[in-house]
Nanobody, 115 residues
Framework: QVQLVESGGGLVQPGGSLRLSCVVS???????MTWYRQAPGKERELVAS????????NYADSVKGRFTISRDNAKNAVYLQMNSLKPEDTAVYYC?????????WGQGTQVTVSS
């Protein structure tokens, strides 16, 4: 069973930065990795993804130019660097590992952007 553990969330002021980490118990190199988020009363949405081959990245329009996803297969970790944070970025952020019909999720980490 693959397990994912997120960390790095917290309270930050608007304009600030946070770096989320997600450590995978298995061989992360086998999986496409994605960060999702879910704000209160809203559906879960894709934030950023990175493929297992060539580390091709994709971002939601709302975070382009502010967030950067990266992966370190040697450490079985994926990261989300979040800069210029806005109140609307407030959500629980989830890490996802995907391969074929398999999807694995972490427990989520809370990010709150507020003054």
């Amino acid at each position: 069973q693959v397990q994912l553990v997120e960390s790095g969330g917290g309270l930050v002021q608007p304009g600030g930065s946070l770096r989320l980490s997600c450590v995978v118990s298995g061989f992360m190199s086998n999986y496409d990795m994605t960060w999702y988020r879910q704000a209160p009363g809203k559906e879960r949405e894709l934030v950023a993804s990175i493929t297992r081959i060539n580390s091709r990245t994709n971002y939601a329009d709302s975070v382009k130019g502010r967030f950067t996803i990266s992966r370190d297969n040697a450490k079985n970790a994926v990261y989300l660097q979040m800069n210029s944070l806005k109140p609307e970025d407030t959500a629980v952020y989830y890490c996802n590992a995907h391969l074929s019909v398999f999807d694995y999720w972490g427990q989520g980490t809370q990010v709150t952007v507020s003054s």
